[in-house]
């Protein structure tokens, strides 16, 4: 994995948190008994966790030698 | 008697499928419409050299070149003067905010720590526009020419 293509999976890393912040209601201006997560809220907070997930992975596996347990080469599994 | 009010028209320039779907959430939550989107500079630039969006929301890297490719571009051609064109991004350096004001932007948002308040001035500036025939822009609430410090 290229530099640059560290810097990609890292900003859609941070791009996932924004939007889990954003759905979250992290503003602490909403009173504290508010209920703030719908169905459809936390299906989409789930998505951004998810893609977060994935960004991590592919960056591990890249740090980790291109595969799980870091043998280049071997049964990576990705 | 007619109604003369029409809904903000936004286009988004962001590669983020995530934050795309956020944004777009939030335009039609507002009862604006959007009206385009992509994540690739030159298509943005193609489709607002022929759109005429109320407020452009602008990512600094995309997909194919930059944000600051379709500012440039804007800036250039002179296309979207009367335009809101806010940019929203992870690269919330200095030396990036000056540059961005420099090409044309009228705001500036971090995206890690103003996503609220690029949602609100979406929203507000929706409400304006649905309450007369275009955004005002002399608003002091919503100046769009007021700096943000991130």
């Known amino acids: 994995m290229q530099p640059d293509d560290i810097g990609k999976e890292l900003y859609k890393i941070m791009d996932a948190l924004v939007a889990l912040k954003v759905d979250l209601s992290c503003d602490p201006h909403v009173p504290g008994e508010t209920l703030v997560l719908s169905a459809d809220k936390s ?6 966790l998810d893609s977060a997930f994935a960004s991590i992975r592919n960056l591990a596996a890249a740090f980790n ?14 | 008697m007619p109604d003369i009010s029409k809904p903000l028209q936004v286009y988004v320039v962001e590669d983020s499928p995530i934050i795309r779907r956020l944004l777009a959430s939030t335009i039609e939550a507002a009862g604006a419409k959007l009206i385009g989107q ?31 490719d379709v500012l440039e571009a804007l800036q250039q051609h002179q296309l979207l003067s009367a335009a809101i064109k806010v940019v929203f991004t992870n690269h919330a350096s200095a030396e990036f905010e000056a540059l961005s004001l420099k090409l044309g932007a009228n705001r500036f948002f971090d995206k890690s720590s103003d996503s609220s308040e690029v949602l609100a001035l979406i929203s507000a500036l929706a409400a304006e526009s649905r309450g007369s025939a275009m955004p005002s822009r002399g608003s002091n609430r919503h100046d769009p020419t007021k700096r943000t410090v991130t």
């Not at chain 1, 030698?65 to 990705?78: I, K, N, R, T």
């Not at chain 2, 690739?40 to 890297?61: C, F, Q, T, Y």
């Open chain 2, 38 to 68: 992509t994540g690739n500079a030159d298509k943005a630039i193609a489709e607002l050299s022929r759109m005429h969006p109320d407020l452009v929301v602008i990512d600094i890297g995309l997909r194919i070149g930059s944000g600051f």
């Open chain 1, 43 to 48: 299906r989409d907070a789930c998505e951004a």
């Open chain 1, 65 to 78: 030698g291109g595969g799980v347990g870091g043998a280049l080469g071997g049964a990576s599994g990705h």
